[in-house]
């Protein structure tokens, strides 16, 4: 069975972990460096960008996690995941100076909150490139991926914004694919971590 790591420092792991484990999936909670070994991917769930990222640095996961990816990894972030991913982040709040650090796995801008505030967040359906029928989506004070680089494939859109990405063995969606029933999303990441789906 593939072993995948759920960053677990804050935020919507724990339903990442039991559709990885319905899966089939070994799933270990990521919190320390070493808690990455023997493992072949990663989610970084949705929460809280911002405090995500303050604990990777008590944690000192920044360059784990690149060497991580450096070394075959896969890697999939969901919402604040995402935003963790991306090489540039639009909309981080002024106590920040207006930047956020990233980890720059993904050549993409992601714009924070870019569909509204909290009351914002909505459910549609996805038109995704690969999969046959449309994706249940939820979008909670969702980013949208505002710049996509060359190597950086759009595999859905939702107002104009591409909200699913892929390049190579890192996948990123502004949405919670975990907080719905459909497993196709998950599905497409174990393959990509058993290196079973092509590289772009
Ligand atoms: N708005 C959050 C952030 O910027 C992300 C929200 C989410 O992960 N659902 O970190």
């Known amino acids: 069975a593939p072993r995948v790591g759920v960053l677990a420092l804050q935020g919507a792991f724990r339903e990442h972990r039991h559709r ?3 899966l089939g999936a ?5 919190r320390l460096p070493t808690d990455l070994a023997g493992l072949g991917g990663l989610i970084l769930p949705g929460g809280e960008s ?13 360059d784990p996690m690149r060497d991580f990816h450096a070394s075959g990894g896969a890697l999939w972030g969901t919402c604040a995941g995402a935003i963790l991913l991306a090489r540039e982040v639009e909309g981080a709040p002024p106590q ?3 930047r956020q650090r990233s980890l720059g796995l993904l050549d993409l801008t992601v714009r924070r ?15 995704v490139r690969g999969l046959g029928a449309p994706f249940p989506a939820v979008f909670i004070r969702a980013p949208a991926f505002t710049g996509v680089g060359e190597g ?3 595999l859905a859109t939702h107002a104009g914004a591409a909200v699913l990405a892929r390049q190579g ?8 694919p975990e907080l719905t029933g459909d497993a196709r ?8 971590v058993q290196e079973a789906v092509p590289a772009l």
Request: hydrophobic share 45%; glycine share 6%.
């Open 26 to 30: 070994r799933v270990t909670e990521v």
């Open 20 to 22: 990885l484990e319905s």
């Open 169 to 176: 063995r890192v996948l990123a969606s502004a949405f919670h």
């Open 96 to 98: 920040f100076g207006g």
């Open 113 to 127: 909150n870019a569909f509204g505030r909290q009351v914002d967040s909505f459910q549609t359906s996805l038109d």
């Open 152 to 154: 950086t494939a759009v």
């Open 50 to 62: 911002t405090t995500m990222a303050r604990l990777m640095d008590e944690y000192d996961l920044w």
């Open 185 to 192: 999303l998950h599905r497409l990441f174990l393959g990509l």
